[in-house]
């Protein structure tokens, strides 16, 4: 299912014409651990801005952990990438703020389900379609600003856009068997560096929101840049290469994800978006 707010888009006629796509992931790239920016991004991020790029963010946080990383960078772009692309935040003008222009859900009952009967200690938290999120216990590093705690029968009451378990006692390891063991085909999933799982509906990824977007500034495949240091970015490293584009992996990410790069940048503590913007 997809829903798309009712606002007027809009017109291409009045959008300024934009050099290229640069969509950032945010922990691990644009922010250190303790939530500080990376060295020197504000800067590159403005010299990137004036020289005429759209930079836009493409994140597996939700909204309400995301639009304060775009008052540290200083930005504003037309559209934003929250939930490992389930929603699409568009803005609506100079006055006026964010919307949730595009989302993505999908009926969690049966990966819940599955996920408990396998990780009956793990936490859980689905987010809705309007960005109310759910959660049966407090995990490190999750962002509960607004948030409701509730039993864990009631997060598969509804339509979701994401659902995430973290289960301190388990490994990133651990997860990547538990999901060819369980078997889900029937959603999007991602595996975080430790034992965090992200869920979203079938198909959906940042690649698949950052097209829509692509497409809505009219910007060519070959002029768009992405940065990220997570599996999650593997499917937005796909895309961007596939169009002709460059995938930027940050030094510190696993192996996999630097594999799948077309070049690699210093880490996220020595400035690497900042390098990697420095060189475009």
Not at 119 to 131: T, W, Y
């Amino acid at each position: 299912m997809t829903d798309t707010a009712s606002g007027d888009r809009m017109d291409a006629a009045t959008r300024t014409e934009v050099a290229g796509l640069i969509a950032l992931d945010v922990d691990g790239t644009v922010l250190l651990a303790d939530e500080s920016p990376s060295p020197g991004i504000r800067e590159a991020v403005a010299r990137a801005h004036e020289a005429g790029y759209e930079v836009t963010l493409a994140t597996g946080r939700s909204w309400a952990g995301t639009h304060h990383v775009l008052d540290l960078l200083g930005i504003r772009p037309e559209f934003v990438v929250c939930a490992n692309g389930a929603v699409i935040m568009r803005h609506g003008g100079d006055e006026a703020g964010y919307e949730r222009w595009r989302v993505e859900t999908f009926d969690p009952a049966q990966v819940l389900g599955l996920l408990r009967a396998e990780l009956p200690d793990a936490h859980f938290m689905v987010e809705l379609a309007d960005g109310h999120r759910l959660y049966t216990d407090v995990a490190v590093g999750w962002n509960l600003e607004g948030a409701e705690q509730v039993a864990f029968e009631r997060l598969a009451e509804q339509r979701v856009s994401r659902v995430v378990v973290v289960d301190p006692g388990r490994s990133d390891a651990d997860f990547l068997a538990l999901t060819e063991r369980i078997g889900l085909h029937s959603v999007s999933y991602a595996i975080g560096w430790t034992a965090w799982l992200d869920i979203a509906p079938h198909g959906v990824d940042k690649s698949s929101a950052l097209e829509i977007v692509r497409e809505e500034l009219e910007v060519t495949g070959r002029d768009v840049v992405v940065i990220g240091d997570g599996r999650n970015d593997l499917g937005m490293f796909a895309w961007a290469r596939a169009a002709g584009g460059r995938a930027v992996a940050m030094a510190q990410g696993p192996r996999e994800v630097r594999d799948a790069a077309t070049s690699v940048t210093t880490s996220v503590e020595h400035g690497g978006v900042a390098a990697a913007l420095q060189a475009l």
